[in-house]
């Protein structure tokens, strides 16, 4: 029941989506996109009380459990900017908005540019660190807790490469080819 809902809300999160911009670009009602919009979350949220439903009811927690947290730590951190990268292509691609900024590629700007995209992903990870975390005390020490550890270990990870791939931008700065060093 819990995949099932992880997939009703990833699927949920594009139909909202694009009614959002349905109801922005097309029937030009800003406001009435903008409630869509923001509906996102209760997404996450029946995901939530339905995963602490299932513990509640004596299911032994499991990878399924795991995923949940991990797939509300994503859109809780990265949805936000996932709905404004989706809107800019949309509004430029369809409706003749102006093209979408694109990141910087070279030097501090670039730096700062993957700094902010690993804070996004390790926020992410935090919280999805924390659900899983509640869940463990919640659970107890009756329960299975295994599979829950090992996503927080997998959430620690992902900390990591993030962080990594952000200091070898500070540590390594892209720098733009010269005229002379392209040939």
Request: net charge positive; charged share 15%; glycine share 8%.
């Amino acid at each position: 029941m819990v995949v099932a809902l992880i997939i009703a809300c990833e699927v949920g999160f594009w139909v909202l989506l694009a009614i959002g911009l349905l109801l922005r670009y097309v029937a030009k009602m800003p406001k009435a996109s903008t409630a869509v919009l923001l509906c996102e979350p209760l997404l996450e949220l029946v995901l939530f009380v339905t995963t602490v439903i299932d513990l509640r009811n004596g299911a032994e927690p499991d990878w399924k459990h795991g995923l949940a947290a991990v797939y509300i730590g994503y859109s809780a951190a990265l949805g936000h900017s996932t709905i404004k990268w989706v809107d800019a292509r949309v509004a430029h691609r369809f409706f003749g908005g102006p093209p979408p900024v694109k990141p910087a590629k070279y030097g501090a700007a670039k730096t700062l540019h993957e700094w902010k995209t690993a804070g996004r992903w390790v926020l992410a990870a935090v919280i999805a660190i924390a659900l899983l975390q509640g869940a463990i005390w919640y659970v107890g020490d009756d329960g299975e807790i295994g599979s829950l550890r090992d996503w927080q270990i997998k959430m620690l990870f992902l900390i990591g490469i993030n962080v990594a791939i952000a200091l070898s931008y500070t540590l390594f700065p892209k720098r733009e080819r010269s005229a002379s060093s392209v040939r």
